[in-house]
């Protein structure tokens, strides 16, 4: 079947939560709970970082974008969500899918980029403490900033469109509640070795890469401050040290001062 029949004309059914009805309503209350608490929340974390001039600084600036990114990426699926938890309609149109499938790769990738961003900022913020405002200058912090909304975003446009051409076999059930990639790839009725190639090369990329990464920057972190814990450890031993010495030292005048008298 070509994917210009029945994935464009008609809708996809989004399976989900389909094998247990009976949680629909409770699903409903919590998620929508849960959403609500991170609107709120996330709102207001990045409306103090961006009004109170104290908190302009770099890690605050990584932390609203980082913010905004977690609020994009959940409202990007959780409302079609929602809907389809309210009611027995399961279904979302070709549109409504395709730009979930692009919001939720692009967002995706852009985030995963972003702790990398953030591991970089801790580790200048506790190996070159000294350095911390130089190296993180405005011009810099919006670089890396954009640089990641790029590559994310690049990785979206490349995926989502391969994945969108699959044509799918007999009615376009999604095993998820969701448009997600993996999901879309499993619906299709022809080789997808291909396209799971290319997903495997832009996931080293996009999620290994940055992995290696934090981990390495981690790694520094600690070592930094274990340096930082045994250095104060045996400036505290030396200190100790000093007071016992001196305090020996009286012991001994006392006694020579005794031993003179009698």
Known sequence: MDWTNESIQGNFILLGFSDCPYLDRILFVVILIAYLL???GNTTIILVSRLDPHLHTPVYFFLTHLFFLDLSFTTSSIPQLLYNLNGSDKTISY???????FLFLGLGGVECLRLVVMAYDWFVAVCKPL???VILNPQLC???VSVAW???LANSLIMSPMTLWLPC???CKVDHFLCEMPALIRMACVNTAVVEGIAFILAVGIVLSPLVFILVSYGYIVRAVLSIRSSSGRL???LVNQEIKEELEKIVETNEHENSTV
Do not use: D, I, K, P
């Open 150 to 152: 790029v590559c994310g």
């Open 236 to 238: 505290r031993l030396e």
């Open 38 to 40: 991170t609107l709120v």
């Open 95 to 101: 549109t409504s899918c395709a730009n979930q499938l």
């Open 131 to 133: 350095h911390y405002m």
């Open 169 to 171: 076999c007999g009615y």
């Open 142 to 144: 919006l670089s890396l």
